[in-house]
């Protein structure tokens, strides 16, 4: 299971809004006339949102670095990504955008302190911004929900001396919910683990494996390259992913130890050997952690992944490192 960034762009809470906001009426959005759809509040001195009107981009802000908090959510409230699930606001480096009505038009609406809420027609955004296939949970021709709340203005300098503190604080916070989310989840484990009747092994790190089919020679390890073919369902038996449909039925080829999977996997498959059939049962901080994966992988999930190891061979040599791939999920 590779590593995936979704979507690079925390939820502004509906409460935000729900209070102290005029002139632009309780549900209806104003217009740009790029078409783009929106509602934008800014902050009173009492610390309550008041409806702002837009005029024109300051044109002072261009090439300054924004740092937000942002969720989005598909034409049926379904929430795809909240930034506060990563722990660290978003970075984006203002610039003006030949596409109208789009996200980095949005952005540039936006002041110091600012809240916003957008509507991006998502057939536009994949194709122009993110410059990706629609995915299968959008519908073609709706449209996304942004919540946005600028946090900072800054230049670029600014921003890379801040970085590295906000690196560290990221950092401190997830390993907080790691430690709290990882008992939670290897209870739930042990209980799925008893209703199924599986015999699972636990490796030290947390990650559950069932061999179900024994194969022949060593176990995998660090720097061997693997190829294994693998469905993804949650415990309760929702299939989120499979080599059949993210790799054409063809088994996945990665090198181990070099950061390119999720840590369940960087542990779980080495308690494999080639031609070996099983289950791994990863804990959510072993996995995607706080952070949703679209529609179909909440945050917190536990992982189940039915895997064939087909196959182990060395290294090529001289094939450099590529630490957080980013195919598949």
């Known amino acids: 299971m590779f590593k995936k960034s979704f979507y690079l762009l925390p939820v502004l809470a509906t409460a935000l809004f729900a209070s102290s ?25 009492d610390g309550k949102y008041e409806a702002k009107e837009f005029t ?19 034409s049926k409230d379904s929430v795809l990504f909240n930034s506060k699930d990563n722990a660290m606001p978003i970075q984006i480096k203002l610039v003006e955008s030949p596409n109208k009505g789009s996200i980095e038009e949005a952005f540039l609406m936006l002041d110091k302190g600012d809240s ?46 801040d970085y590295p503190k906000m690196m560290e604080r990221q950092q401190k916070e997830l390993e907080a919910r790691a430690a709290k989310q990882g008992p939670l989840d290897d209870k739930k484990i042990q209980e799925y683990i008893k209703e199924n009747k599986l015999d ?28 294994v ?12 992913d499979s080599s059949a449909k993210s790799n054409g039925g063809n088994p996945i080829e990665f090198p ?52 064939e190891l087909v196959d182990i061979k060395d290294m090529p040599a001289g094939q450099p490192a590529m630490p957080g791939a980013q195919p598949g999920m």
């Open 21 to 45: 906001c005029k002139n632009l009426g309780e549900d209806k959005f104003a217009k740009t006339p790029s078409g783009l759809e929106y509602k934008l509040y800014s902050q009173n001195k």
């Open 56 to 74: 024109k981009v300051d044109s002072t802000k261009l090439g300054k670095v924004m740092s937000f908090e942002m969720e989005y959510r598909n």
């Open 116 to 161: 916003a809420v957008f509507k991006i027609n998502a057939d536009s955004l994949f194709a122009k911004t993110f410059k990706s296939p629609l995915p299968p949970f959008i519908e073609k021709g709706s449209f996304l929900t942004f919540f946005v709340k600028s946090i900072n203005l800054q230049t670029e300098q600014e921003a890379m001396a």
């Open 200 to 227: 699972a092994k636990k490796t030290a790190s947390g990650v559950y494996y069932v061999i179900t089919q024994p194969g022949t020679g060593a176990n995998a390890a660090d720097g061997k390259m693997v190829s």
């Open 229 to 240: 073919q693998y469905k993804g369902t949650l415990l309760n038996g929702k299939e989120f």
């Open 256 to 307: 181990l130890g070099q950061g390119q999977v999720i840590k369940g996997w960087e542990d779980g498959i080495k308690q494999f050997n080639k031609g070996s059939k099983g289950v791994l049962l990863i804990p959510s901080p072993q996995g995607y952690g706080s952070m949703a994966r679209g529609a179909d992988l909440p945050a917190n999930s536990i992982l189940r992944f039915d895997i």
